[in-house]
């Protein structure tokens, strides 16, 4: 029986075109080896799961790359590629700092820079988590980070750039990774689905790429769970929300609709239908707020783009917006906010979230009241 190897493996870009969202990083790479201007040190900071390690292995290969294509790529034909490939060359060294942050592990690393590369041109060293390294580690690598040799290149990669030490950065070219855009996660989760013979429903894809929060390794690590779960490669919508718990958008219509209409009892019918499926009431009311955004956000059609949801879902917030004014919208947001910032010291949860949901479902007949106020005043003076 053949391996399962998962997406975030077996996916992984081998060159810097198929890198996702990241192409202020590629570019300026692709432009340093034609330029043939590369710094001693680089510094690849951003969250996890953007490609910061891939970026500076991609680096690697392909600046000791024998025939590089017209475009500054790696050929992945030539010895240096195919060993590179194989996990087999002997230029590229990694080491995870998490494990390995002792002055120790750094001396032993500047003992092996001294020697220069028996094949290509550069000897290449990977350090991950970064700025797990000791202070006294950061100060034994300071010189030689600062004057290596020629042939010797340093990729550090870290998600928390201010843990490094001023001095370190200093003496490294730093690139900041970006979060990947929900619809870069949501095409790449869909040609993957193809080239796998997945049949998956798009909602499906853009719910997952939104969940992963711009790192697109964990947007494939809830891929590969949702396709083991699903029957008959398969991916829908609905089954993508009840394994990765996530409650259904149509509860927040309901609610807008209820609160629209200042029916309490329907309102409250409904958030105990959602504590009774499990979810929890500030995950609710937090879900709630973003959904008053974009319908805020779809009162102006300078900002509807602000909202990146299906083409579907989007006429259902638009037609939503039209029903709702910017006046309760607003005052519900701040409802919601001051919900959220109080839930966690709150004795009773449930009946403080259900109060917050009892106050906007009458912010429709007071701020007609506060309307018809305004208008006899008016008509008075």
């Given at each position: 029986?053949?391996?399962?190897?998962?997406?975030?493996?077996?996916?992984?870009?081998?060159?810097?075109?198929?890198?996702?969202?990241?192409?202020?990083?590629?570019?300026?790479?692709?432009?340093?080896?034609?330029?043939?201007?590369?710094?001693?040190?680089?510094?690849?900071?951003?969250?996890?799961?953007?490609?910061?390690?891939?970026?500076?292995?991609?680096?690697?290969?392909?600046?000791?790359?024998?025939?590089?294509?017209?475009?500054?790529?790696?050929?992945?034909?030539?010895?240096?590629?195919?060993?590179?490939?194989?996990?087999?060359?002997?230029?590229?060294?990694?080491?995870?700092?998490?494990?390995?942050?002792?002055?120790?592990?750094?001396?032993?690393?500047?003992?092996?820079?001294?020697?220069?590369?028996?094949?290509?041109?550069?000897?290449?060293?990977?350090?991950?988590?970064?700025?797990?390294?000791?202070?006294?580690?950061?100060?034994?690598?300071?010189?030689?980070?600062?004057?290596?040799?020629?042939?010797?290149?340093?990729?550090?990669?870290?998600?928390?750039?201010?843990?490094?030490?001023?001095?370190?950065?200093?003496?490294?070219?730093?690139?900041?990774?970006?979060?990947?855009?929900?619809?870069?996660?949501?095409?790449?989760?869909?040609?993957?689905?193809?080239?796998e013979k997945i049949e998956a429903e798009a909602?499906?894809?853009?719910?997952?790429?939104?969940?992963?929060?711009?790192?697109?390794?964990?947007?494939?690590?809830?891929?590969?769970?949702?396709?083991?779960?699903?029957?008959?490669?398969?991916?829908?919508?609905?089954?993508?929300?009840?394994?990765?718990?996530?409650?259904?958008?149509?509860?927040?219509?309901k609610v807008v609709d209820s609160l629209l209409?200042?029916?309490?009892?329907?309102?409250?019918?409904?958030?105990?239908?959602?504590?009774?499926?499990?979810?929890?009431?500030?995950?609710?009311?937090?879900?709630?707020?973003?959904?008053?955004?974009?319908?805020?956000?779809?009162?102006?059609?300078?900002?509807?783009?602000?909202?990146?949801?299906?083409?579907?879902?989007?006429?259902?917030?638009?037609?939503?917006?039209?029903?709702?004014?910017?006046?309760?919208?607003?005052?519900?947001?701040?409802?919601?906010?001051?919900?959220?910032?109080?839930?966690?010291?709150?004795?009773?949860?449930?009946?403080?979230?259900?109060?917050?949901?009892?106050?906007?479902?009458?912010?429709?007949?007071?701020?007609?009241?506060?309307?018809?106020?305004?208008?006899?005043?008016?008509?008075?003076?």
């Open positions: 029986m053949e391996n399962f190897v998962v997406s975030a493996r077996k996916y992984r870009p081998s060159d810097f075109k198929s890198v996702v969202g990241q192409q202020h990083i590629t570019t300026t790479l692709k432009n340093a080896i034609k330029n043939n201007h590369l710094a001693q040190a680089f510094l690849f900071c951003g969250p996890r799961g953007v490609g910061k390690t891939t970026c500076a292995r991609i680096l690697a290969k392909t600046i000791n790359c024998q025939h590089r294509t017209a475009d500054f790529e790696a050929c992945n034909t030539c010895d240096s590629c195919l060993a590179f490939n194989n996990n087999a060359s002997f230029n590229v060294h990694e080491l995870d700092a998490a494990s390995n942050n002792s002055v120790d592990d750094i001396r032993n690393l500047v003992e092996q820079v001294r020697y220069a590369p028996q094949q290509g041109l550069y000897k290449v060293y990977i350090i991950d988590e970064v700025h797990m390294l000791s202070n006294a580690a950061f100060n034994a690598f300071l010189k030689t980070l600062e004057e290596p040799p020629k042939y010797a290149i340093f990729i550090l990669a870290t998600t928390e750039k201010h843990k490094v030490i001023p001095t370190i950065l200093s003496r490294c070219q730093i690139f900041d990774f970006n979060r990947i855009q929900i619809n870069d996660i949501a095409d790449h989760l869909k040609h993957i689905a193809e080239q909602e499906a894809l853009r719910l997952i790429a939104t969940k992963a929060d711009g790192a697109l390794r964990d947007a494939l690590s809830m891929f590969d769970l949702i396709v083991t779960y699903s029957s008959g490669n398969r991916l829908t919508y609905l089954e993508t929300i009840s394994n990765l718990h996530i409650l259904d958008y149509d509860y927040y219509f209409a200042g029916s309490i009892s329907d309102v409250l019918l409904i958030f105990d239908e959602i504590l009774k499926k499990g979810f929890d009431g500030h995950n609710f009311i937090v879900g709630l707020s973003e959904h008053l955004r974009d319908l805020m956000v779809c009162k102006d059609p300078a900002t509807i783009d602000l909202i990146q949801v299906s083409d579907s879902a989007r006429d259902r917030y638009l037609t939503q917006s039209q029903l709702a004014s910017v006046s309760f919208l607003l005052s519900a947001l701040t409802i919601c906010n001051q919900c959220d910032i109080q839930y966690k010291t709150s004795k009773n949860q449930r009946l403080h979230v259900e109060l917050a949901l009892m106050k906007m479902s009458k912010l429709p007949q007071a701020l007609s009241l506060a309307v018809l106020a305004q208008e006899d005043s008016k008509k008075k003076a």
